[in-house]
């Protein structure tokens, strides 16, 4: 086995990642990996910079951040990676995972990440975990491909590569009527005029206009750390920053009177990290149906009426036959798709998907966006989809990009 080969292992939504993460880091390496035998590995993925940012905020303790004065939880997910990658180089690892490393990165940081990864690779073997084909980086010479948890070698390395040709997705019939009728009537939901919001002298958006009407797809983008998040917290209720501005939340003035319910009742919202809200004891039925009573689980027994709209919505899914399957038994793929349907139920005036599909593989991020795209074609619920990536046959009519300055964000429509 070549010492300093550089491995590719490809992933879908049903490989167990997590047990051979676990193995590699152990030393427990299968005969494909016997050359790393001995060597003492570091894992650079989502979950370490988790247990690092639990370490700052439950502590007090700074370990990856030491040369700032800035909180890891309060970088961009660019500049989070980075400071990872300069402390694992520091420790000298024998060996380097990287389990999806471009997730969540804009453009201008894969490039770079990319980069600083081409020279660790010239000194430390890489283990590059994978499951957008794209991600590939061209170093990692030698594939496998990890079906649920046996790692399988390819024919050729050409085959492991190869991306297929991008197919049409249908889901039968039309998406389910909204439970319980739909009281928004003014077609103007959310309004930002001349917004700005600092923290500090720190300045993170700068004079935002941006309408969203009813029935509207929308795409919001913008670099790591140009205030996608600030923006939304904005659009949400929940950042403070709104009060005393001309924000205006379906119909009424921030700070006008409103209560954060009566915000949140037209919102539908879903970002990956919500799946760590669920027990995963919940069938895929109650998942559903629990979006109907807008409670974590199902805790009320369902109405005839309730397990009918989610009979519809798995019928639309082609996920009915997994109607008893707990919620936690389900690819990440289902998962996702399960929450949205749960997150339209009520055909909220508006959706939001903050990077729905990071850490999906190809097949099912396809499936998803023909989802999203029948729900903008078909609804008149607006749409705000959040994405680093550049989705392969995603439809949004408008796109709303920011733009960094010294003076915070700007933003324009696209």
Known sequence: M????????????????????????EGKFPEELAFLTNKEGALFSKITLEEFIDEEEKHDRKII?????????????????KA?????????????????????????SQISLRKSLEEVASHTPIIQLLSRKTDLLPFCDISLFLERSQLKPYNTHQEATKTQGQHLVHFK?????????????????????????SYGDKKILNNINWTIKLGEFWQLKGRNGSGKSTLLSMITGDNHKGYGQELYLFGKRKGSGESV?????????????????FSGLHT???????????????????????????????????LWHLRDVNFAELTRGQQRLIMTARAMVKHPPLLILDEPTAGLDDESATLFIALVNKIAEESKTAIVFVSHRTEPGLKPTYTYELSATPNGSVGHII
């Not at 009742?265 to 809200?277: H, L, S, V």
Request: net charge negative; proline share 6%; with cysteine.
């Open 261 to 277: 319910w009566d915000i949140k009742k037209n919102i539908g919202y879903y970002t990956p990290a919500m799946t760590d809200n």
């Open 173 to 197: 019939g039309q998406i389910p009527v909204p439970y319980r009728s739909n009281e928004q009537q003014e077609p103007i939901l959310i309004q930002c005029k001349n917004i700005s919001v």
């Open 84 to 108: 990872l990658l300069q402390y694992l180089l520091h420790i000298k690892p024998g060996f380097l995972i990287l389990d999806n490393p471009f997730d969540n990165l804009d453009q201008e």
């Open 2 to 25: 070549i010492p300093n080969s550089h491995w590719a292992i490809f992933t879908d939504n049903n490989s167990k990642k997590g047990p051979l993460i676990e193995r590699l880091m």
């Open 284 to 318: 895929s039925l109650n998942m559903i149906i629990s979006g109907m009573n807008d409670s974590i689980g199902l805790y009320l027994r369902a109405t005839e009426n309730q397990i009918a709209l989610a009979k519809e919505w798995l019928l639309i899914l082609n």
């Open 65 to 81: 951040t030491l040369d700032t004065d800035q909180r890891l939880s309060t970088m961009s997910s660019g500049e989070q990676k």
